[in-house]
């Protein structure tokens, strides 16, 4: 069987060029066929294409891929990660910031050291330092994964928002404890608590300010910047430059990424102009698509490296017993950790932080202890483990944790991924989610507003342009009365000088609009998914006057 080397560094030429681009397309095609069948099936996409690569890998003449940890970390991971930060409200996040702090620090600690005594006890191949690594291999869930399975199966909205800070944010405190397990194994190094916890603080509070840094400058710059094209190009330069700053200041790349990403998304109502924002949105909708798609099947077509690594060391009992053991123990402990911490969460923001809202049921606590999916970032943590010790003596326990890192990604993945639906209907929270009420609302004042600016905008035109306010006022009251879509933009049988007023009108509107709406979103009244649904609207009915006058 063929096998295609991606390394970082390496120029491929002539017959390697030709490999890698026929690899290149036949992932992409995978991803484009599997997506629409898991559409058809009504099933997450990312469960489809894992077990799609599953199978595909046992056919023969599939070239084989093997993941690269620095390509999974350094190409991959940044632009994900800037993806899932940008749609991530910053209003929902501090809302939820103290569970959001105990599930991502606290958990990813509790499972580390779980996982170490269960592995010292149990797992006769494994010591307690073997299984502190496994432990940091495991610890983090996967932001790719619980988004698209968690928002596509229809989890509360509270749920959701949970579970994406989590696992945006448990990235930094997994591969410290990866950082840590790796000198322990590799150099006999065992860190003290202090000096972790130091370790620790300068990987947050670093990360965050890199990432901020980065964005107040960028966001400076666009002040500057008006076209599609070049808006493209920076936005997609962004977060691989927070993520290589960051490291390069060895303090957490995945939080600069996050904390540049969250800044940037807060800003750009104001920093991009309506056509730019839909060509950025366009390309970053696509872009996160096509990477979620080759993770998900690069995961799938690990398995023979994976059971190349085992072979003939233990028997398929052996194996099998470990890995259903090791994915229920890793299970149980975050059920163990999710139930207190949410309680406690509950308590502090209703009585340090004056929330209001009720603190989650004990169902709902069920379904965020379910929802640990494991993806890519353990997989590629797994691989990440070196072979060989530094004394020079080879690290037998290293394709056993590879092994084990599967098993766990498939079963948080996949089990846990198909079982989600039946499980949220069996426990009455199906169609709960979603700011139903909050959008109405929101909807309501943004058009109340542009109705006032209207009304005020006439009395300064007098008669003449009073058909023009007419028609636009008419179709404000029909979208108003809907809480809902507009008409078609009313702009035939009007002269070119009229029809430049109407847009010069509507425009203005729409600037009533956009500003009720910030205003909303910064008084803490909407959220930002709220406000990116309707600021679509607005952009789409922007640019539909753009360019019309020059046909």
Known sequence: MAEVRMEMGAMPTGGGLHAVEAVILLLLVLVAAFAVMARRLKVPYPIVLVLAGLVISFFPHIPRIPLDPDVVFVIFLPPLLYAAAWTMSWREFRRNAVAIGLLAFGLVGFTVLGVAEFSDRFITALDWKAGFLLGAVVATTDAIAATSIATKVGLPRRIVDVLEGESL????????ALEIGIAIIARGDMPTLGAGLVRLAYLVVGGLGIGVLIGAVVGWLEQFIDDGPVEVVVSLVVPYAAYLAGEKARASGVLAVVA????????????FSPAVRLQVTGLWDALNFILNGLVFV?????LPYVLAGIHGRYSTGTLVLYGVVFSVVLIALRMVWVYPALRVAGWVERRWMGHREEPL?????FVVGWTGMRGVIALAAAFSVPAVLGNGQPFGARNLIVFLAFCVILVTLVLQGLTLPALIRVLGLGGTGGPNAEEAAARRVVLESAMMHLEAARAKDGLEMEHVYDDLMHRYRHRLAAVGGGEDDGSDGLGRETYARLRTISAGALQAERRTLIALRDEGRIGDDTLRKIEREIDLAA?????QLDR
């Open 169 to 176: 944010l448990n990235d930094a405190t997994g591969l410290l």
């Open 260 to 271: 540049c990403g969250i800044y940037l998304s807060r800003k750009s109502v104001s920093l």
């Open 298 to 302: 690069l995961i799938g077509l690990q």
């Open 361 to 365: 049921r004990g169902r709902e606590k």
């Open 543 to 547: 640019t539909r006057y753009e360019g």
